[in-house]
């Protein structure tokens, strides 16, 4: 029962945390959020047993994702009023995809795949469990090819992000050094002979 009150506790401020970081005006409110909301991710996981993953959440999201984020927005200081310039425009797809999303998570929620109708309580096991090397086992076994086709998709999207950031031609002006020292005083400098001039009195 305790446990229960305590899944629910996290599960609530875990909705609320992630509701408040689409909401917020605020870039840097927004960043806050997320990492409440990362805090509430680790603390289901680690009810779950899975204290590996709640540690790298921690560690990695929270300690260096988003602090170089929260980095970067407070340095760039964006300006949001151009961003919201086209919100009203688009507000009627956005609700028809965000309807569409709510229908196709709750079908798969309700499904009998999950066990959603039933609370299972963690199993405790023994002093010598491993959460790594049970993750990394299933991970190469049981799930090695749903591991792969993720990887590969994490690889397309960097590339993807690549090519779109280079996607426009820039008149790069940086200097050759080896055009440089095969320049001879000929090919730069031009003697001009000319009469002298006179001064009128």
């Known amino acids: 029962m305790f446990e229960q009150i305590i899944f629910y506790f996290f599960a609530a401020l ?5 509701a408040m970081v689409i909401t917020v005006r605020n870039p840097v409110f927004a960043a806050l959020f997320l990492v409440l909301s990362f805090f509430s991710s680790a603390a289901i ?16 999201y929270v300690g260096a994702v988003m602090v170089l984020f929260l980095f970067v927005v407070m340095m760039l200081d964006i300006n949001l009023s151009p961003l919201r310039e086209g919100f009203a425009r688009y507000l009627p797809v956005g609700i028809v ?15 009998n795949y999950f066990g959603a109708g039933h609370y299972y309580a963690s199993v405790p096991h023994e002093a ?11 991970l190469y076994t049981t799930y090695l ?4 086709i993720a990887g590969a998709i994490l690889l397309v999207a960097i590339i993807a992000a690549i090519s779109l ?6 008149l790069n002006k940086a200097m050759k050094p ?20 006179k001064r009128e009195p």
């Open 178 to 197: 080896e055009e440089q020292v095969a320049v001879k005083r000929k090919d730069r400098v031009r003697m001009v002979k000319m009469a002298p001039e």
């Open 128 to 138: 010598g469990y491993s959460n790594t090397t049970e993750l990394g086992n299933m």
């Open 14 to 18: 875990l909705v609320l945390s992630a």
């Open 165 to 170: 950031t280079l996607r426009r031609v820039k």
């Open 97 to 111: 995809v965000a309807l569409l999303m709510v229908v196709a998570m709750g079908l798969v929620v309700r499904s």
């Open 45 to 60: 996981w680690l009810m779950l047993e899975a204290e590996f993953l709640a540690i790298v959440l921690v560690l990695v």
């Open 145 to 148: 090819y749903q591991f792969e």
